[in-house]
């Protein structure tokens, strides 16, 4: 079977890091996405990790670690406007093939 | 870059009656869609995946014959919700897949569909 598991929930506060774990059991694996959704948005496109190591980019970085089927993603100088959910997703085969998405980080940034 | 318009944002209707929910590629040719169910704080669970010139893969468990998907060209793919009750009202989003040097996947702005 397949299994990707996120923490349901998080809170921090603004200015704050904050890091976001997903772990994966999947029967193939060729890329991890991260994606944030606000409330009845669509999910947008964060990050992608195919190789092991720390992609970075501004205030987001992920990174992914395939033998441990592990990855983070991490946010920094946290804004109110992060509160949102935070989508972890594994592509299993080929490139042009959906995505499996775990259900998803819940992040409350206060002030 | 790539942009999946989807209507309409949200739909209500009777029991028993169908609902149409479009997504257009506008930039660029989709061969392939995506389309997923997600319930509230539940994750995007794939229903199926539709394929332009062939038949739509369905995952298990999902109703062909109550979700119609029908790709009927490079840019458009349509869910069609048959005789729809109480239970499929839920969140519908379509994605195209990655392509050229964009690595992420388009999603639609998504469907609020209310059956009543």
């Known amino acids: 079977g397949q299994n990707i598991d996120q923490p349901t929930e998080m809170t921090a506060t603004e200015g704050a890091i904050v890091q976001i774990n997903c772990t994966y059991q999947t029967s193939g694996f060729n890329g991890l996405f991260w994606y944030q959704q606000h409330a009845g948005e669509a999910p947008t496109f964060l990050s992608y990790?195919?190789?092991?190591g720390l992609e970075e980019k501004g205030r987001f970085s992920s990174f992914l670690s395939r033998s441990k089927g592990y990855s983070y993603l991490l946010l920094k100088e946290l804004q109110m406007k992060d509160s949102a959910s935070y989508l972890c997703a594994v592509r299993q085969n080929q490139a042009g093939t959906a995505l499996i998405f775990g259900k998803g980080t819940t992040l409350s940034v206060s002030s | 870059g790539a942009v999946v318009s989807q209507h309409p944002s949200w739909v209500i209707c009777k029991s028993g009656t169908s609902v149409k929910i479009e997504c257009r590629s506008l930039d660029f040719q989709a061969t392939t869609m995506f389309w997923y169910r997600q319930f509230p704080k539940q994750s995007l669970m794939l229903m199926a995946t539709?394929?332009?010139?062939?038949?739509?893969?369905?995952e298990q468990g999902v109703e062909k014959d109550k979700f119609l998907i029908n790709h009927a060209s490079l840019t458009l793919s349509t869910l069609t919700v048959t005789s729809a009750h109480p239970e499929d009202s839920s969140f519908y989003i379509c994605s195209a897949p990655p392509f050229g040097r964009i690595y992420g996947y388009t999603f639609g702005s998504g469907t609020r569909l209310t059956v009543v």
């Open positions: 990790n195919v190789l092991d």
């Open positions: 539709s394929n332009e010139g062939s038949k739509a893969t369905y």
